[in-house]
């Protein structure tokens, strides 16, 4: 079985530099270790690009910056931004995305990731398009881990 391709967005990385005395926080944070976890062991890869690039060097916290940096260069796959992103990108604001988050989503349509991961509820109620499950982190770990692939219940 191939590994399967994760855009992790910058809300997922920063996940574990945030305060866990809220449980959801908290969940995020672990569901992003076991992430790294199955990234060691192979089960997945990551992807990168050029807009998480950019926005990690937007974040005013140098030890933030200097940990999502490490975690980035992980990925095997890069996406450099084009005018096909850019185009996509436009689309996906029409169903009330941010910018930078259309940005994002469209980065991982064209590098055929099959997972965009977010803590962002926001892009998981909006994003309407088909090439990506969006989700969040806690809920790839269930679907994916503990219930091998969503197919929980299926003989």
């Known amino acids: 079985m191939s590994p399967r391709r994760l855009y992790l967005d910058t809300s997922v990385y920063n996940r ?9 926080v908290w969940l995020e944070a672990l569901a992003f270790a076991v ?38 260069s992980l990925a095997k796959d890069y996406q450099e931004l084009d ?7 436009r689309v996906l604001e029409s169903q009330r995305l941010e910018p930078l988050d259309a940005l994002h989503l469209a980065c991982a349509e064209e590098a055929e990731a099959e997972y965009f991961i977010t803590c962002d509820e926001r892009i998981i109620k909006r994003y309407q398009g088909e090439a990506l499950k969006v989700m969040n982190p806690v809920n790839f770990v269930i679907s994916e881990v503990i219930g091998d692939g969503g197919d929980q219940g299926k003989q």
Do not use: C, T, W
Request: net charge positive.
């Open 16 to 24: 574990s530099f945030d305060g866990l005395s809220q449980p959801r």
């Open 35 to 72: 992430i790294l976890q199955m990234l060691e062991s192979g089960s997945v890869k990551l992807v990168s690009s050029e807009v998480l690039e950019f926005e990690n060097s937007r974040n005013p916290f140098s030890h933030r910056r200097v940990g999502v940096s490490f975690y980035l």
């Open 83 to 89: 005018e096909s992103i850019r185009k996509r990108a």
